[in-house]
């Protein structure tokens, strides 16, 4: 009997020490199944942020304190968020929230503490690789650089500077005319001495100016020029000009299209290029500094209009903005965003969002997993991946390479040599030949005349 009765006293002992377990596993649930933290009282301390995102209370009418509300009412009604503005300037966010970990360890104090705002790489969990838990707010495909539009407008390219770019293709079309005006007219003056002329100092200027004529296809009627003033007849040099229309036709395309390359390219290169620039954020140097390598002075700012005005005054010469959809809503609360304009965004995906200072026991650790999800819910911001799409599209180059084009030059120049030389040949061979005609003919003369002097000699 003694047996059964202590066997029963320890069944009923077992089943609760497995009830008290349990409940210290779990953490504990209000009636409506809402999860809370071990203490009522949330702190919220923040860094100045852009105003409509974060403003300078954590009031309602900004976008994250009232995510963070509504998420926080979701897992416990009964708690408390306390926002706490931070206005030191001279420490960044990771010594903040190192100090405030070390004084919860000395007080003793169980309170939720958060800091904000906060920037890691997407896929981790944890902020300044310590193991303060990161809570994430909105997640951006990267930055955004702007600059001042009147500034941009500066950097643009003229047609001048374009075509002083393109010069190598300029150089080429000569060379090109010249070696087909002359190759043309050594294959056509025998037959079209009209057009033609067989001296070459006069056909090779003929021969130039013809196949400048045939590759611009125009003319000009104060000089009585038109397309077609000169027309080849031969077989061989009719074969020429349809290969040079053809061939023409491409070169000047592609000379149209290197000037507009050279205008776009260069002004997407001075816009983009931040090597020595001044870089203005707002409390996030700290991120960006370690995981942009832009080349700028990256310079921190406590305040948006402060930032935006450093701008505008040109103390700075980009701002960064975290996310490009960040300037949609900026542009609706902040008139002056008109007089900027974005130029270039910079592919580094992260979140923002905030670190939790407190250790992660049982309570606060759900309470934090379901804060998380519930912060998905009121998120309004819609996903802008989309804006990283074929941005390397912006770097754009000439279209050939000046190497390949000087090439082509180099061989037309030579080309031009040897034909030079051989009109210049067939030049002298005709003054030759024509002075031989004239001694000919002048010994003829003498032979005719021979005897009427010597009749002349004997009288």
């Not at 009412?73 to 503005?85: E, K, M, R």
């Not at 270039?344 to 407190?358: C, K, M, Q, S, W």
């Not at 021979?450 to 000699?457: I, K, L, M, T, V």
Request: hydrophobic letters at 45%.
């Amino acid at each position: 009997m003694a047996v059964s009765k202590t066997i029963s006293l320890l069944a009923v002992l077992t089943v609760l020490l497995k009830n008290v377990h349990g409940a210290s596993l779990c953490p504990a649930k209000q009636q409506d199944g809402s999860v809370c933290p071990r203490s009522k009282r949330i702190k919220i301390h923040f860094k100045p942020y852009y105003e409509i995102f974060f403003d300078k209370t954590g009031s309602m009418d900004s976008l994250y304190p009232s995510i963070l509300r509504n998420a926080t009412a979701l897992c416990c009604n009964t708690s408390i968020l306390d926002f706490i503005p931070v206005n030191s300037s001279h420490k960044d966010i990771e010594e903040l929230i190192q100090d405030e970990s070390c004084a919860k360890v000395e007080r003793n104090d169980s309170s939720l503490s958060f800091f904000f705002p906060v920037f890691v790489k997407s896929g981790k969990k944890v902020a300044f690789d310590e193991e303060f838990q990161f809570l994430q707010l909105v997640k951006s495909p990267g930055p955004v650089i702007m600059m001042l539009t009147s500034e941009k407008q500066k950097m643009k390219v003229t047609a001048s500077v374009a075509v002083r770019e393109s010069w190598p293709l300029f150089v080429l079309i000569l060379c090109l005319s010249a070696t087909v005006g002359l190759l043309g007219w050594l294959l056509d003056h025998s037959s079209n001495p009209s057009q033609f002329s067989s001296w070459f100092y006069k056909g090779a200027w003929e021969g130039f100016w013809w196949a400048m004529v045939t590759i611009t296809t125009v003319g000009d009627p104060r000089f009585k020029v038109q397309y077609g003033d000169k027309v080849p007849v031969a077989f061989f040099s009719r074969v020429l000009t349809i290969l040079w229309l053809f061939c023409g036709a491409i070169i000047l395309s592609l000379f149209t299209a290197n000037v507009t390359s050279v205008l776009t390219s260069n002004q997407m290169d001075n816009t983009k290029n931040l090597i020595g620039t001044r870089i203005a954020v707002l409390n996030s140097k700290h991120y960006f500094e370690s995981n942009l390598n832009i080349g700028g002075t990256i310079e921190e700012f406590n305040s948006q209009n402060e930032m935006f005005a450093r701008l505008q005054d040109l103390s700075v010469d980009r701002v960064l903005i975290p996310n490009y959809f960040d300037i949609v809503r900026l542009e609706e609360s902040m008139p002056a965003m008109k007089f900027f304009s974005v130029v270039d965004v910079i592919h580094e995906p992260f979140r923002t969002g905030l670190a939790l200072v407190n250790k992660q026991s049982t309570e606060n650790k759900a309470f934090v997993s379901c804060l998380q999800k519930k912060v998905k819910l009121f998120h309004t911001v819609p996903s802008k991946d989309a804006i990283t799409n074929n941005q390397d599209s912006l770097h754009r180059t000439s279209m050939l390479f000046e190497h390949d084009i000087l090439l082509i030059i180099y061989y037309n120049l030579l080309a031009i040599a040897v034909i030079a030389g051989i009109g210049v040949v067939l030049d002298l061979f005709r003054c030759f030949r024509a002075g031989k005609k004239r001694l000919d003919s002048n010994d003829r003369e003498e032979t005719e005349l021979s005897p009427f002097d010597e009749r002349e000699a004997d009288v």
